[in-house]
């Protein structure tokens, strides 16, 4: 099992920065690909980055977030810059004991299970 716990949310204005945090315990050599996802009331959560070629972000976080792995501390990153009021949401880290495929899509990965390890989110609130 791996367990996961996200910090680092919080309320900023619009054009802010806030950096995310998921600390990995517990048989962490099974997160082979971790991520980050958010969730907002009555919709489905949505992949936001996945640690895999380098990188892999959805459409509207590109050139604003950027996601870093560090193996030695068992962590997982996401720096958040120019954030808008629809970046709003509950983020989640989530793992997978499979290794992510990087010419599948993260909506792919999640619709086809790949993590199966997830925190219990951090909420991130933007507004002025």
């Known amino acids: 099992q791996v367990q996961l716990v996200e910090s680092g949310g919080g309320s900023v204005q619009p054009g802010g920065s806030l950096t995310l945090t998921c600390k990995a315990s517990g048989y962490t050599d099974m997160a082979y690909c971790m991520g980050w996802f958010r969730k907002l009331p009555g919709k489905e959560r949505e992949g936001v980055a996945v640690?895999?070629?380098?990188?892999k972000y959805v459409d509207s976080v590109k050139g604003r977030f950027t996601i870093s792995r560090d193996d030695a501390e068992n962590t997982l990153s996401l720096q958040m810059d120019a954030l808008r009021p629809d970046d709003t949401a509950l983020y989640y880290c989530?793992?997978?004991?499979?290794?992510?495929?990087?010419?599948?899509?993260?909506?792919?990965?999640?619709?086809?299970?790949?993590?199966?390890?997830w925190g219990q989110g951090t909420q991130v609130n933007v507004s002025s």
């Open positions: 989530g793992a997978s004991s499979r290794k992510c495929p990087d010419y599948l899509s993260i909506w792919h990965m999640l619709h086809q299970n790949y993590f199966t390890y």
């Open positions: 640690d895999v070629g380098g990188g």
